[in-house]
Structure formats: structure tokens, C-alpha cells
């Protein structure tokens, strides 16, 4: 039996916060939901399924697929037991490996001594069996290796997606605060957008948010974006039927939904960088992009999501004019957006506070070490006559 075909636990890495969405997907896709952390889900399958997974997976960083868990407590025993386990099964000659680490063990406090200690116990088992050292280093572009270290426990994973999830391929020029990728799409899934009704982003950025919801509503993989991934450098890789895999995951997307998607900023370098990712990201035709005020957005009559990412501001005085922003997002969402779900995404609560309307649910996100909320406002249809800017749009 290939070891491509035998099944183990697979951990699947996200952002703190992005859990509950990444259980939807995991299930979604027939997979079962084993356990899940502040930052992972823990599901199985064999090598083979990370390929799907690699391809389908929206919101998660890294797709780990276990092959060896031992009881280790110190760096040497550490050093033993990666030396037993049979690499050159795995890792073909003339390859390149990079190990990677979480540690938390009282006898390590560094964990890239633990990394050498695993790094070195690949290198020497490799050249015992074949007489030469393979190479290695700190690139992820190839084979990853990741040592999951706690307590009295080692766990030895392939990283299977290589480079993290996130970097799709499209974003090409980030600008200033963009959003990570997975991230802006466990947001469009936190909003239950899917393509029905419109989806407006006004302070769009470098467009990861408005792309996203383009992908998702389209049903596209976000993985087919990508060419290169860590479990394609194994020994015994079926480069053909990674390739009928991709045709077919291709075929299932849809090539039209009825929403529309209006992404806009007030600066032309951002709106230009977005309408080149989206290019990147083959979405340009469904996204209408324009430059303007937040407030001067077209938003349809038709109702659907309005979604906006401010900054959120370092030093006091873009705070002081943050406040004035933050009251205005408040004014345009009872003004312009009847009918719509708004959600305002951002890392300081007290300019939140500044929307003066009143925040129907909050979901929290971590963005970097940043904690954040997705806030959102149910905007009812009709304003109260007379009263409209201090009248906030309630149940
Ligand atoms: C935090 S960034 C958004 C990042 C975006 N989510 C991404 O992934 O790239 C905030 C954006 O708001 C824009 N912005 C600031 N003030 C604005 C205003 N009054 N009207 C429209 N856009 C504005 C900025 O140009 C910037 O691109």
C-alpha cells in the first residue's frame, strides 16, 4: 500500500477566530470534524485527500497531514525517533526540505534548536541510506516538514500546502493593511454572502474582500490559483492525476451569479492595484470597480451585504480623524444602505463605538497579532423621518 492511500489525522492551521468557518467547510467537503482549537481543526484522510483539500479549503493557513507521533522528552530522544522514521521513502534524491516548528516543551526554550535537532535526524537518516545529504534549508517552496513539540509529545507532519494557504497567487500588490487572504474569506462567509443580492465594498483596498466574494460566488477554488505546493515535491507524487483533479475541480465552478460585487476607494493607486489582482485572480469582469468617498459608493436598491475594513489607526492624531470617519460609515449605513446587512470589520472598539447605531452580533477575528471584530448592523428598510441622523436603523 502507497502511503499516498493510508489514512492519518490532518490538522488544518487558521487564523484565531476562523474555527467555526473552517469546520463548515471541512464538513462541507465530506470531511469529519475530529476536533478543533483556538487556531486549527483536526479532521482525516490519506495524502491523496490534502490534494482536494489543498485546492478547496477557503480559510484555512496550512494543511498538515500526520506521520508520526512518539512520546519524546528531550532533544536528543527527539533526534532518535526522527532518525528512525524511513525519509527515504518519502523524500526524493535530489530534493530539498525545510522543517518548520511549534515548540512547547520545558526542556527547549528555543524551538529552532529543536528544529536543528529534527532537521538534523532527516539529514542523517537520509545519508546513512543513500551515502549523500540531501539538501536543506529555510525556503517552504518544497518539502516542509513541521514538528509539532508538547509536553511529552512529538508529532511529525508533512505541510502539505508548502507556502501558507494565504498566498493565493493574485495579490500581486498588497498596499498599505491589506487583509490576508483566508482571512477576508472567512469575513464573506462570516456575512453569509454567497452570490444572492449584492455585495458592496466600499474602502476596498487592495480588493481581497470584494475577489473573495467573487471566488466564492462563483464556487471557484481558490487553490487553482496556485502552481506550486508542498505535497507535489513527495516521492510518488501522480502528477497526472493531480491534473484531472484540477480539470475537474475547474469544470464544477459556476461561470456567472446573480449579485453584483461594486468595490470601491477613495484612492486610485488602491483601486487600480485592486482591479489588477482581481485580473490576477481572473474576477476582474465580475467586480465594478470605482474611485470615490466611502459615502459617494452606488449602492443598489435591491438590498444584499455592505461591508467596510477602515484603518483603524496607530498614532492619536489618525485617531482624532478616524472618529469622524467611523460617525460617517454610521451615517451612510442609515442613509444609503436600507435593506442591506453592514458589517464593519476593525481592530479599536472605541472608534466602532463613534457608528452610533446598534451592533446586532460581533464575531471576533485575530488579524496578525490584532484582535478584531467583524461587527454587524442589520440596516431595516425606511429611516424615521425628522430624526434620521441620530435615529439609528434598529429592529
Ligand atoms: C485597511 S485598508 C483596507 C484594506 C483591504 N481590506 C485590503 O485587504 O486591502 C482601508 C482603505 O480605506 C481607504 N479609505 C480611507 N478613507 C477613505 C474614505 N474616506 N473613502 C474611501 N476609502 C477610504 C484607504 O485608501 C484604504 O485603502
Known amino acids: ?92 534524491e535530489d530534493s530539498y526540505f525545510s522543517v518548520t516548528s511549534s515548540v512547547y516543551t520545558p526542556t527547549v526554550n528555543d524551538s529552532r534548536f529543536a528544529n536543528v535537532k529534527c532537521k538534523d535526524g532527516i539529514v542523517d537518516r537520509i545519508k546513512e541510506k543513500r551515502g549523500r545529504r540531501p539538501d536543506s534549508g529555510s525556503e517552504r517552496n518544497r518539502i516542509v516538514v513541521h514538528l509539532y513539540w508538547k509536553g511529552n509529545v ?13 498566498k493565493r497567487g493574485y495579490r500581486m500588490i498588497p498596499l498599505k493593511a491589506p487583509m490576508q487572504e483566508t482571512l477576508a474569506a472567512a469575513v464573506v462567509l462570516a456575512s453569509g454572502w454567497a452570490g444572492e443580492g449584492n455585495f458592496v465594498n466600499p474602502m476596498c483596498g487592495s480588493g481581497t474582500l470584494a475577489i473573495e466574494a467573487a471566488l466564492i460566488a462563483l464556487g471557484r477554488a481558490p487553490g487553482l490559483l496556485r502552481s506550486n505546493y508542498g505535497f507535489m515535491h513527495l516521492k510518488e507524487f501522480g502528477e497526472s492525476s493531480w491534473k484531472v483533479l484540477r480539470r475537474k475541480i475547474r469544470a464544477e465552478a459556476k461561470d456567472r451569479f446573480n449579485g453584483r460585487i461594486i468595490a470601491t476607494d477613495i484612492s486610485q493607486q488602491a483601486v487600480e492595484a485592486a482591479k489588477k489582482n482581481a485580473m490576477t485572480a481572473g474576477v476582474d469582469r465580475f467586480i465594478e470597480f470605482g474611485v470615490c468617498d466611502f459615502s459617494q459608493t452606488p449602492v443598489p ?49 472605541d472608534l466602532a463605538k463613534k457608528v452610533g447605531l446598534r451592533i446586532d452580533r460581533r464575531i471576533t477575528f485575530f488579524n496578525g497579532p490584532i484582535e478584531c471584530r467583524l461587527l454587524e448592523y442589520d440596516l431595516y ?14 429592529k
Open 301 to 349: 436598491t435591491n438590498g444584499g451585504v455592505v461591508i467596510l475594513n477602515p484603518e483603524y489607526g496607530e498614532r492619536m492624531g489618525e485617531i482624532e480623524n478616524l472618529r469622524e470617519t467611523y460617525k460617517k460609515i454610521g451615517d451612510f449605513f442609515k442613509k444609503k444602505c436600507q435593506g442591506y446587512k453592514g458589517y464593519i470589520f476593525t481592530g479599536n472598539l
Open 154 to 166: 512529538g508529532q511529525v507532519f508533512f505541510d502539505t500546502s508548502g507556502e501558507p494557504l494565504s
Open 1 to 92: 500500500m502507497s502511503f499516498w492511500t493510508k489514512k492519518s489525522r490532518i490538522v488544518i492551521t487558521c487564523a484565531k477566530g476562523v474555527p467555526p468557518f473552517l469546520k463548515q467547510e471541512i464538513s462541507s467537503l465530506g470531511f469529519p470534524v475530529l476536533s478543533a482549537g483556538k487556531a486549527e481543526v483536526e479532521t482525516e484522510g490519506t495524502l491523496e485527500d490534502t490534494l482536494r483539500l489543498n485546492l478547496l479549503i477557503r480559510t484555512g493557513q496550512r494543511i498538515l497531514f500526520l506521520l508520526e507521533s512518539f512520546n519524546t522528552k528531550t532533544p536528543d530522544e527527539l533526534y532518535k525517533r526522527i532518525s528512525r522514521i524511513s525519509w527515504e521513502d518519502y523524500i526524493p
Open 381 to 394: 428598510e425606511g429611516t424615521r423621518k425628522g430624526d434620521e441622523l441620530q435615529a439609528p436603523i434598529i
